[in-house]
């Protein structure tokens, strides 16, 4: 059974940083995209990145550009989200996703398998 947990969320000043990371388990996605989507409350789930299976290839959200970063390591079937300078419209619901596909997505569609979600909350 595949899974997908994350870890690091939770409540910080604007400004402030935080580091989201995702655990996957009951299979190995070292040759598959990863991603990050996000949902705040009242709003439709969104893209925040995603990563190609090597690395080499990233995307972002015009909105994170510049402040989030993400990253992998495949020996750790793991997946990271730095975030720095966040704002109150960085709260959300972050959701961790992996996909089967060879293509590095930005949609949700592309994605097959989702985390539970953490919660990031940024004060002002």
């Known amino acids: 059974q595949v899974q997908l947990v994350e870890s690091g969320g939770g409540l910080v000043q604007a400004g402030g940083s935080l580091r989201l990371s995702c655990a996957a388990s009951?299979?190995?996605?070292?040759?598959?995209?990863m991603g990050w989507f996000r949902q705040a409350p009242g709003k439709e789930r969104e893209f925040v990145a995603s990563?190609?299976?090597?690395?080499?290839?990233?995307y972002y959200a015009d909105s994170v550009k510049g402040r989030f970063t993400i990253s992998r390591d495949n020996a750790k079937n793991t997946v990271y989200l730095q975030m720095n300078n966040l704002n109150p419209d960085d709260t959300a619901v972050y959701y961790c996703?992996?996909?089967?596909?060879?293509?590095?997505?930005?949609?949700?569609?592309?994605?097959?398998?989702w985390g539970q979600g953490t919660q990031v909350t940024v004060s002002s």
């Open positions: 009951g299979r190995t996605f070292s040759t598959n995209p």
């Open positions: 996703a992996a996909s089967r596909r060879s293509r590095t997505g930005v949609f949700r569609g592309e994605y097959d398998y």
């Open positions: 990563i190609s299976w090597s690395a080499d290839t990233t």
